[in-house]
Protein backbone atom coordinates (compact mmCIF):
# COMPACT_ATOMS: atom_id res chain seq x y z
CA UNK A 1 0.00 0.00 0.00
CA UNK A 2 1.16 3.52 -0.62
CA UNK A 3 1.22 4.25 3.22
CA UNK A 4 4.12 1.99 3.29
CA UNK A 5 5.63 2.88 0.26
CA UNK A 6 5.85 6.32 1.29
CA UNK A 7 6.38 6.10 4.66
CA UNK A 8 9.38 8.27 4.82
CA UNK A 9 7.15 10.98 3.96
CA UNK A 10 4.41 10.43 6.65
CA UNK A 11 7.28 9.50 9.58
CA UNK A 12 8.72 12.72 8.59
CA UNK A 13 4.88 14.75 8.49
CA UNK A 14 3.52 13.30 11.56
CA UNK A 15 6.89 14.22 13.17
CA UNK A 16 6.72 17.77 12.31
CA UNK A 17 3.56 17.97 13.44
CA UNK A 18 4.08 16.37 17.06
CA UNK A 19 7.47 19.04 16.99
CA UNK A 20 5.28 22.03 16.18
CA UNK A 21 2.00 21.26 18.68
CA UNK A 22 4.63 20.79 21.76
CA UNK A 23 6.82 23.63 20.75
CA UNK A 24 3.14 25.68 20.82
CA UNK A 25 2.73 24.05 24.40
CA UNK A 26 6.09 25.74 25.39
CA UNK A 27 5.92 28.94 23.77
CA UNK A 28 2.81 29.53 24.64
CA UNK A 29 1.90 27.40 28.05
CA UNK A 30 -1.77 26.00 29.04
CA UNK A 31 -3.86 28.09 30.87
CA UNK A 32 -5.10 25.67 33.76
CA UNK A 33 -9.13 26.23 34.47
CA UNK A 34 -10.14 26.53 38.11
CA UNK A 35 -10.62 22.68 38.75
CA UNK A 36 -6.63 22.62 38.89
CA UNK A 37 -6.06 26.52 39.83
CA UNK A 38 -8.74 26.94 41.94
CA UNK A 39 -11.72 29.88 41.68
CA UNK A 40 -15.38 30.42 41.86
CA UNK A 41 -18.11 29.28 40.08
CA UNK A 42 -21.50 31.11 39.40
CA UNK A 43 -24.91 29.69 38.20
CA UNK A 44 -27.48 31.62 37.46
CA UNK A 45 -31.47 31.72 35.64
CA UNK A 46 -32.84 34.73 34.06
CA UNK A 47 -36.55 35.04 34.44
CA UNK A 48 -37.83 35.51 30.61
CA UNK A 49 -35.08 36.77 28.02
CA UNK A 50 -31.14 35.77 28.94
CA UNK A 51 -28.86 38.86 27.66
CA UNK A 52 -26.92 38.53 25.05
CA UNK A 53 -23.28 36.69 25.83
CA UNK A 54 -21.31 39.97 25.33
CA UNK A 55 -23.49 42.06 27.53
CA UNK A 56 -23.03 39.39 30.39
CA UNK A 57 -18.95 39.37 29.86
CA UNK A 58 -19.20 43.33 30.30
CA UNK A 59 -21.07 43.10 33.08
CA UNK A 60 -18.78 40.70 34.26
CA UNK A 61 -15.73 42.98 33.56
CA UNK A 62 -17.39 45.71 35.16
CA UNK A 63 -18.26 43.78 38.60
CA UNK A 64 -14.12 43.87 38.76
CA UNK A 65 -13.78 39.83 37.68
CA UNK A 66 -11.30 40.02 34.64
CA UNK A 67 -10.25 36.79 32.17
CA UNK A 68 -14.01 35.20 33.53
CA UNK A 69 -15.67 32.61 31.13
CA UNK A 70 -18.99 33.12 30.10
CA UNK A 71 -21.18 30.08 28.96
CA UNK A 72 -24.98 29.98 28.42
CA UNK A 73 -26.96 26.86 29.90
CA UNK A 74 -30.15 26.00 28.45
CA UNK A 75 -32.71 28.83 27.63
CA UNK A 76 -32.37 31.25 30.15
CA UNK A 77 -29.25 30.07 32.31
CA UNK A 78 -25.72 31.49 32.57
CA UNK A 79 -22.38 29.80 33.98
CA UNK A 80 -19.46 31.59 34.94
CA UNK A 81 -16.19 30.75 35.98
CA UNK A 82 -13.84 32.74 37.51
CA UNK A 83 -11.15 33.20 39.81
CA UNK A 84 -11.73 33.71 43.33
CA UNK A 85 -13.83 36.25 44.56
CA UNK A 86 -14.78 37.75 47.59
CA UNK A 87 -18.00 38.34 49.39
CA UNK A 88 -17.69 42.35 48.22
CA UNK A 89 -17.22 41.32 44.34
CA UNK A 90 -19.47 38.37 44.92
CA UNK A 91 -22.28 40.88 45.61
CA UNK A 92 -21.04 43.41 43.05
CA UNK A 93 -21.14 40.73 40.17
CA UNK A 94 -24.88 39.74 41.18
CA UNK A 95 -25.62 43.27 41.30
CA UNK A 96 -24.18 43.71 37.86
CA UNK A 97 -26.25 40.78 36.60
CA UNK A 98 -29.25 41.93 37.90
CA UNK A 99 -29.49 45.02 36.23
CA UNK A 100 -28.84 43.70 32.62
CA UNK A 101 -31.91 41.27 33.32
CA UNK A 102 -34.84 41.97 31.15
CA UNK A 103 -37.31 44.11 33.40
CA UNK A 104 -40.24 42.38 35.26
CA UNK A 105 -43.05 42.62 32.70
CA UNK A 106 -41.53 43.68 29.83
CA UNK A 107 -41.41 40.62 27.79
CA UNK A 108 -44.05 39.29 25.87
CA UNK A 109 -43.36 35.45 26.92
CA UNK A 110 -46.60 34.68 28.71
CA UNK A 111 -44.48 32.17 31.02
CA UNK A 112 -42.20 34.48 32.46
CA UNK A 113 -41.39 34.45 36.03
CA UNK A 114 -41.94 37.46 38.50
CA UNK A 115 -37.99 37.24 38.85
CA UNK A 116 -35.42 38.85 36.31
CA UNK A 117 -32.71 37.31 37.51
CA UNK A 118 -31.85 34.40 40.47
CA UNK A 119 -28.50 33.08 41.55
CA UNK A 120 -29.08 29.60 41.49
CA UNK A 121 -25.62 28.42 42.85
CA UNK A 122 -22.05 29.38 43.61
CA UNK A 123 -19.46 27.40 44.85
CA UNK A 124 -15.99 27.80 45.25
CA UNK A 125 -12.77 25.79 44.29
CA UNK A 126 -10.05 25.86 46.34
CA UNK A 127 -6.32 25.44 45.40
CA UNK A 128 -5.31 22.56 47.34
CA UNK A 129 -8.81 20.43 45.85
CA UNK A 130 -7.01 21.94 42.45
CA UNK A 131 -3.68 20.46 43.13
CA UNK A 132 -5.48 17.06 44.08
CA UNK A 133 -7.31 16.92 40.50
CA UNK A 134 -4.26 17.59 38.90
CA UNK A 135 -2.09 14.73 40.50
CA UNK A 136 -4.80 12.38 39.87
CA UNK A 137 -5.36 13.36 36.24
CA UNK A 138 -1.14 12.93 35.69
CA UNK A 139 -1.57 9.37 37.55
CA UNK A 140 -4.73 8.44 35.06
CA UNK A 141 -2.87 9.24 32.08
CA UNK A 142 0.59 7.66 33.30
CA UNK A 143 -1.55 4.37 34.46
CA UNK A 144 -3.38 4.25 31.18
CA UNK A 145 -0.41 4.53 29.05
CA UNK A 146 1.27 1.63 31.36
CA UNK A 147 -1.74 -1.12 30.57
CA UNK A 148 -1.97 -0.39 27.25
CA UNK A 149 1.87 -1.16 26.98
CA UNK A 150 1.46 -4.53 29.34
CA UNK A 151 -1.98 -4.94 27.54
CA UNK A 152 0.11 -5.12 23.67
CA UNK A 153 3.09 -6.84 24.97
CA UNK A 154 1.00 -9.56 26.35
CA UNK A 155 -1.51 -9.97 23.38
CA UNK A 156 1.36 -10.04 21.10
CA UNK A 157 3.50 -12.66 22.68
CA UNK A 158 3.01 -15.42 20.38
CA UNK A 159 4.35 -13.38 17.57
CA UNK A 160 7.30 -12.10 18.56
CA UNK A 161 8.79 -12.37 15.01
CA UNK A 162 10.57 -10.30 13.34
CA UNK A 163 8.92 -7.50 15.44
CA UNK A 164 9.37 -8.41 19.54
CA UNK A 165 5.99 -8.02 20.83
CA UNK A 166 6.98 -5.63 23.79
CA UNK A 167 7.76 -2.98 20.68
CA UNK A 168 3.92 -3.15 19.58
CA UNK A 169 3.51 -1.56 22.79
CA UNK A 170 6.13 1.08 22.71
CA UNK A 171 4.75 1.99 19.00
CA UNK A 172 1.30 2.13 20.42
CA UNK A 173 3.03 4.68 23.22
CA UNK A 174 4.59 6.75 20.86
CA UNK A 175 1.53 6.84 18.60
CA UNK A 176 -0.72 8.04 21.69
CA UNK A 177 2.04 11.11 21.93
CA UNK A 178 0.89 12.19 18.64
CA UNK A 179 -2.64 12.21 19.92
CA UNK A 180 -2.03 13.74 22.77
CA UNK A 181 0.46 16.80 21.52
CA UNK A 182 -2.06 17.76 18.75
CA UNK A 183 -4.93 18.68 21.25
CA UNK A 184 -2.72 20.27 23.70
CA UNK A 185 -1.05 22.20 20.97
CA UNK A 186 -4.82 23.36 20.09
CA UNK A 187 -5.47 24.68 23.39
CA UNK A 188 -2.27 26.49 23.69
CA UNK A 189 -2.99 28.46 20.48
CA UNK A 190 -6.18 29.60 21.17
CA UNK A 191 -5.74 29.67 24.92
CA UNK A 192 -8.71 27.29 25.63
CA UNK A 193 -8.86 26.72 29.57
CA UNK A 194 -8.03 23.36 30.37
CA UNK A 195 -10.09 21.73 32.99
CA UNK A 196 -11.13 18.01 34.09
CA UNK A 197 -13.27 18.17 31.52
CA UNK A 198 -10.62 18.64 28.87
CA UNK A 199 -8.79 15.17 31.07
CA UNK A 200 -12.09 13.07 30.22
CA UNK A 201 -11.49 14.30 26.39
CA UNK A 202 -7.80 13.15 26.50
CA UNK A 203 -8.54 9.85 27.96
CA UNK A 204 -11.20 9.33 25.79
CA UNK A 205 -9.22 10.27 22.62
CA UNK A 206 -6.11 7.97 23.90
CA UNK A 207 -8.99 5.17 24.06
CA UNK A 208 -9.97 5.65 20.24
CA UNK A 209 -6.85 5.62 19.31
CA UNK A 210 -5.51 2.73 21.19
CA UNK A 211 -8.58 0.60 19.95
CA UNK A 212 -8.17 1.53 16.27
CA UNK A 213 -4.05 1.32 16.29
CA UNK A 214 -4.82 -2.50 18.17
CA UNK A 215 -7.29 -3.68 15.57
CA UNK A 216 -4.32 -2.91 12.78
CA UNK A 217 -1.62 -4.41 14.93
CA UNK A 218 -4.23 -7.35 15.25
CA UNK A 219 -4.86 -7.73 11.44
CA UNK A 220 -0.79 -7.75 11.12
CA UNK A 221 -1.08 -10.26 14.04
CA UNK A 222 -3.44 -12.69 12.11
CA UNK A 223 -1.33 -12.28 8.56
CA UNK A 224 1.78 -12.82 9.96
CA UNK A 225 0.51 -16.30 11.33
CA UNK A 226 -1.15 -16.88 8.07
CA UNK A 227 2.23 -16.05 5.90
CA UNK A 228 4.51 -17.29 8.00
CA UNK A 229 7.98 -16.44 5.81
CA UNK A 230 6.11 -16.92 2.62
CA UNK A 231 6.34 -12.58 2.21
CA UNK A 232 8.22 -9.98 3.83
CA UNK A 233 7.01 -7.98 6.12
CA UNK A 234 6.47 -4.63 4.91
CA UNK A 235 4.55 -6.13 2.59
CA UNK A 236 2.30 -7.98 5.34
CA UNK A 237 1.75 -4.96 6.94
CA UNK A 238 1.02 -3.33 3.96
CA UNK A 239 -1.89 -5.66 3.34
CA UNK A 240 -2.72 -5.22 6.69
CA UNK A 241 -3.81 -1.43 6.21
CA UNK A 242 -5.54 -2.19 3.08
CA UNK A 243 -8.16 -4.40 4.85
CA UNK A 244 -8.50 -2.45 7.96
CA UNK A 245 -8.74 1.32 6.14
CA UNK A 246 -11.82 1.33 5.23
CA UNK A 247 -13.22 0.19 8.65
CA UNK A 248 -10.77 2.78 10.36
CA UNK A 249 -11.95 5.56 8.43
CA UNK A 250 -15.90 5.37 8.75
CA UNK A 251 -15.71 4.52 12.22
CA UNK A 252 -13.82 7.60 12.97
CA UNK A 253 -16.49 9.21 10.21
CA UNK A 254 -19.21 8.37 12.22
CA UNK A 255 -18.02 9.29 15.73
CA UNK A 256 -17.10 12.70 14.15
CA UNK A 257 -20.43 13.40 12.72
CA UNK A 258 -22.36 13.05 15.88
CA UNK A 259 -19.84 15.01 17.81
CA UNK A 260 -19.96 17.85 15.25
CA UNK A 261 -23.71 17.79 15.96
CA UNK A 262 -23.34 17.86 19.43
CA UNK A 263 -21.02 21.43 18.72
CA UNK A 264 -23.46 22.73 17.20
CA UNK A 265 -26.90 21.91 18.44
CA UNK A 266 -24.98 21.71 22.21
CA UNK A 267 -24.66 24.41 24.73
CA UNK A 268 -21.91 26.66 24.93
CA UNK A 269 -20.63 24.48 27.59
CA UNK A 270 -20.11 21.40 26.20
CA UNK A 271 -18.56 23.20 22.84
CA UNK A 272 -14.34 23.00 24.13
CA UNK A 273 -15.21 19.06 25.16
CA UNK A 274 -16.61 18.36 21.86
CA UNK A 275 -14.21 20.29 19.64
CA UNK A 276 -11.06 18.47 21.62
CA UNK A 277 -12.66 14.99 21.11
CA UNK A 278 -12.87 15.95 17.27
CA UNK A 279 -9.41 17.13 16.80
CA UNK A 280 -8.04 14.01 18.61
CA UNK A 281 -10.48 11.58 16.89
CA UNK A 282 -9.24 12.59 13.71
CA UNK A 283 -5.56 13.24 14.81
CA UNK A 284 -5.63 9.14 16.58
CA UNK A 285 -7.34 7.63 12.95
CA UNK A 286 -4.64 9.70 11.12
CA UNK A 287 -1.91 8.46 13.77
CA UNK A 288 -3.33 4.56 13.80
CA UNK A 289 -3.30 4.48 9.94
CA UNK A 290 -0.60 6.86 8.94
CA UNK A 291 1.93 6.67 11.61
CA UNK A 292 2.08 3.23 13.45
CA UNK A 293 2.54 0.83 10.62
CA UNK A 294 5.33 3.07 9.04
CA UNK A 295 6.60 3.29 12.43
CA UNK A 296 6.89 -0.63 12.85
CA UNK A 297 8.13 -0.83 9.43
CA UNK A 298 11.07 1.76 9.66
CA UNK A 299 11.17 -0.22 13.42
CA UNK A 300 11.82 -3.52 11.31
CA UNK A 301 13.99 -2.01 8.47
CA UNK A 302 16.67 -0.34 11.28
CA UNK A 303 16.27 -4.36 12.88
CA UNK A 304 17.20 -5.61 9.75
CA UNK A 305 20.65 -3.36 9.19
CA UNK A 306 22.17 -4.04 12.34
Known amino acids: MFIVKYKNFFLGFTTLLIVASLFQVWSQGIKPGIDFTGGSVLEGEYGAVRPDVEAIKKAVADAGVESAVVQTAGDTGVLIRMRTVTQDEHAALTEKLAEIAEPVGSSTVASA???SYLETQFNSIGPAIGSELRQKSIYAVTLVIL???LYIAFAFRQVSRPIKSWKYGLIAVVTLLHDVAIPLGFVALYGTEVDALFVTAILA?????????IVVFDRIRENLRA?????????????SLNQTFARSINTSLTVVLVLLVLYFAGGD?????????IIGIIAGTYSS???ASPLLVQLYNWQEKK
Open 205 to 213: ILGFSIHDT
Open 269 to 277: STHAFSLTL
Open 113 to 115: TPV
Open 147 to 149: LIV
Open 227 to 239: AGKKEEFPETVGK
Open 289 to 291: VFF
